[in-house]
């Protein structure tokens, strides 16, 4: 048979099934008229040959099925038949097929979640092409891990690397914006006009800065971030090339990032070149100011990486250093989710228990169901369907419960993971660029039909091992092979609880006992602000710590206040 002439079978068996079935009727008659006729010129009476030709043939209904079966387009025909009969099935028992389905969504659900975060923070890394070429650039000293570098140093390393193919470097700054309604104090980053080159990252709006702009006279430029754009500038188009002014010294906007850019940190607002000749770098060029990100060569390796790092590091220091200084890289996706990585996979871990709790709980109210269905199996086994036909057809109900509550799973990740960026963000800025891609909705469809086949098989098999004289009889067979089935998955359930249970119970242990720590302070009632100096009003350290006398003591006369005092970083922000 040809191509065509299959595909023009299987229209007309899926278009025109009641003709179809009208002809297959009429050709099985036919058949049997002709046996009739020939049983009786043997010598039979019309009725013993018709019953002669019955027995031959193996019965009327049974030949059509079999027909059925080689026919092109019955695979999904009879798929269709099941789909439409489970729907009615699970219509008329909308409490199981709720409670199921709800059942279902929240083990689905919190399992998409959790891979949607794993996925985005882990498995994907960070949000810049060819993330996986991107290397910080750290020292380490006797009594420090990390620590950043000066401009001499990055000076150094940018000319005489040979395996990275940008170099750059960022430091943070607090900005006071001015000229565009109310002045805002914004946290903002001083970097090298490469860094823009070295994320492989353009402007939403505008330009990124040009390397010229990172010299002294032409370095008055500033990268606006979306946020920035949107509250302060109504998200106008024509904002590249207006003026704005920053710590009183007047700046030129050539760029507004994309809405999801937010390096290095969630709070950076707005970036402007770091001009190396400038004064503040020239007068203090052995300042660890600075941290290095480069992007490696396509060639290079690891190993070669750590070759050049262990020469320049030799190279760079100064001949009269006498600390032992070490450097090292480390990728940018191990310094944004090294300390991440052991806590988001335990909870893959803990929720995937709780998706397993919940397909054996399900599988419990399924069995329960079957028994109760054993007369309707065992009706539908004598009417001729094969125990192969009676398992398919609890399995596509299983497979409409595991799709229904694969929906609401999908629901629930998403409102799970804007509840969690909403409240989480802040404390793990990785949380702000998880999102639910192709990727994370494949998985939801995959552990959707895998629950379906882990809850569906075992009550698929039990129910379709149905003795029609047993079910007549009005006796229930949930004994022996039943019983045991539902007797493992309570079992598998306590089993998985106990963990889990122990698990958080530990884990409770643990953040109680961090809460006892003393560090060294305590916070309760105490209100911090920050304060941005412009240069112009603030010149040198005499006006400078003016200021801060002057405002302590306005500070210190306001009612309820005990006492005041200033610092240049707080405990725990982040800077050592």
Excluded at 48 to 63: N, W
Excluded at 284 to 290: L, N, Y
């Amino acid at each position: 048979m040809t191509l065509f002439s299959r595909a023009g079978c299987l229209l007309r068996n899926l278009t025109r099934r009641g003709k179809v079935e009208q002809d297959l009727a009429e050709e099985v008659s036919s058949y049997v008229d002709l046996s009739t006729q020939r049983k009786m010129k043997e010598g039979l009476n019309e009725m013993e040959a018709r019953r002669a030709a019955l027995v031959d043939l193996g019965g009327i209904e049974q030949v059509k099925e079999q027909v059925r079966e080689v026919r092109l387009g019955h695979f999904l025909e009879t798929r269709l038949q099941d789909l439409r009969f489970a729907f009615r099935t699970l219509r008329k028992a909308p409490l199981f097929s709720f409670t199921v389905a709800l059942v279902l969504a929240l083990g689905i659900g919190s399992t998409a979640l959790m891979f949607t975060i794993v996925n985005s923070v882990l498995l994907q890394g960070p949000p810049y092409p060819q993330a996986d070429r991107l290397q910080m650039l750290w020292q380490s000293l006797p009594q420090e891990d990390h620590v950043s570098f000066s401009p001499r140093e990055f000076d150094g390393w940018k000319k005489q690397t040979e395996v990275f193919e940008t170099l750059s470097a960022y430091m943070g700054n607090g900005f006071v914006l001015s000229g565009a309604g109310e002045p805002a104090f914004f946290f903002g980053q001083q970097v090298t006009p490469s860094l823009f080159q070295t994320l492989r990252t353009n402007a939403a709006l505008g330009r990124v800065f040009l390397e010229s702009e990172g010299e002294v006279g032409k370095d008055k430029v500033v990268i606006l971030s979306h946020a920035v754009w949107r509250d302060k500038f109504g998200l106008r188009p024509d904002v590249p090339g207006k003026p704005i002014v920053l710590n009183g010294e007047p700046y030129t906007i050539v760029g507004v990032m994309p809405e999801r850019f937010d390096f290095p940190q969630t709070d950076a607002r707005l970036w402007v070149p770091a001009a190396l000749d400038g004064p503040l770098f020239q007068q203090h060029p052995d300042a660890h100011f600075f941290r290095v990100i480069g992007r490696l060569k396509p060639d290079v390796s690891q190993q070669r990486l750590q070759a050049e790092v262990d020469l320049l590091g030799k190279r760079v220091d100064p001949p009269d250093e006498t600390q032992a200084r070490h450097y090292f890289p480390v990728s940018l996706k191990e310094y944004t989710t090294g300390q991440l990585r052991n806590p988001l996979l335990i909870l893959l871990c803990a929720v995937g228990f709780l998706l397993l709790i919940a397909c054996a709980n399900v599988a419990n109210l399924m069995l329960a169901r079957a028994n109760s269905r054993q007369s309707e199996m065992a009706v539908r086994a004598a009417m001729g369907a094969s125990r192969r036909r009676l398992i398919a057809q609890l399995l596509t109900e299983a497979a409409v419960l595991a799709f229904v509550g694969g929906i609401l799973g999908l629901a629930i990740a998403v409102w799970g993971l804007d509840l969690l960026k909403l409240f989480g963000a802040e404390n793990i800025p990785e949380l702000a660029h998880a999102h639910i891609d192709r990727t994370a909705i494949a998985f939801i469809f995959l552990a959707s039909a895998a629950s379906g086949l882990l809850f569906g098989l075992g009550p698929a098999f039990t129910a379709s091992r149905t003795s029609f004289q047993t079910a007549m009889k009005g006796t229930t067979r949930s004994t022996t092979g039943a019983d045991r089935t539902r007797h493992v998955l309570v079992f598998t359930e306590v089993a998985l609880a106990s963990v889990l249970l122990i698990g958080c119970a530990l884990m409770m242990r643990s953040f109680l006992a961090l809460t006892q720590v003393d560090p060294g302070f305590r916070p309760d009632n105490v209100v911090t602000g920050d304060a941005g100096l412009m240069k112009e009003r603030y010149p040198d350290a005499a006006s400078i710590m003016r200021f801060y006398r002057t405002s302590l003591e306005k500070v210190r006369a306001l009612p309820g206040v005990q006492v005041v005092g200033t610092c240049t970083h707080l405990p725990f922000g982040g800077n050592d």
